[in-house]
């Protein structure tokens, strides 16, 4: 069972080299995920330890380390099974207003960009239709709600983990 840091904490995690689209989509939902498949075992468990990250993985082995106590070790091969999985271990939900919390590609913190700010930086379709856009200053991609993210929210909350 994976513990947090502290009480109240939102957890972190590590995910490993596998579970490319599940750290995508926990980032999405506004979780710090750390992704980086030049990560071997031995790194992904000595970073998990060192910034109190939960290990996400569906290796036994890997979690059979001793150092790697702090880990969740992810059944289903499906993707909102896992994303069900993992913010129902961790007592979590989809929480709407924290969407895109982070960028995809390198988890830094977005910030809000007004829709004046994001018109030329986006397709035109997508400035006429969307009205809450959000920044990254790491990779400066621009973010907006999608169709697949409406999706997947879709999805989530057929399993149970959408706003109540
Ligand atoms: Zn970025």
Same mark, same amino acid.
């Given at each position: 069972m994976p513990t947090r840091a502290r009480d109240r904490e939102e957890p972190r995690f590590v995910a490993d080299v596998m579970l490319g689209s599940l750290a995508r989509w926990l980032r999405i939902l506004g979780y710090d995920v750390t992704y980086d498949s030049n990560l071997d075992d031995a790194d992904l468990v000595e970073r998990a330890v060192r910034e109190k990250r939960i290990i996400l993985t569906r290796d036994r082995r890997l979690v059979e380390r001793k150092q790697a106590r702090n880990h969740l070790l992810v059944d289903s091969e499906r993707l909102d099974e896992q994303i069900h999985q993992v913010l129902g271990d961790c007592g979590e939900k989809v929480e709407p207003d924290r969407l895109?919390? %982070?960028?995809? %590609?390198?988890?830094q913190p977005l910030s809000e960009l007004s829709p004046e700010e994001a018109a030329d930086r986006v397709p035109p379709y997508v400035a006429r239709t969307q009205n809450r856009f959000h920044h990254c200053f790491g990779c400066n991609r621009v973010y907006w709600r999608a169709t697949h993210v409406e999706r997947m929210l879709s999805r989530l909350e057929a399993l149970g983990l959408g706003k109540s």
């Open positions: 895109f919390g %982070r960028c995809v %590609r390198c988890n």
